[in-house]
């Protein structure tokens, strides 16, 4: 059974430091999903042409 004493607090403040180091890490987040959506991209574009080029043979 939990008591008082254990109960989290409703929300938390960080330091700006935290603050920056956490819009960090999302911006490198953001651009890792933004590289690897452009390797599948290209990837699939050179196998379809490839593909279509063994099709007109």
């Known amino acids: 059974m939990m008591t ?4 989290l607090p409703d929300s ?3 330091t700006p430091d935290e603050l920056k180091a956490r ?3 999302n911006l490198w987040i ?3 999903i ?3 959506v452009v390797l ?10 490839d593909g279509i080029a063994a099709g007109q043979s």
């Open 34 to 36: 933004g590289a690897f």
């Open 30 to 32: 953001a651009l890792a």
């Open 40 to 49: 599948v991209f290209l990837i699939s574009m050179v196998k379809v042409s």
């Open 23 to 25: 819009n960090r890490r």
């Open 4 to 7: 008082a004493d254990n109960e």
């Open 12 to 14: 938390v403040t960080l």
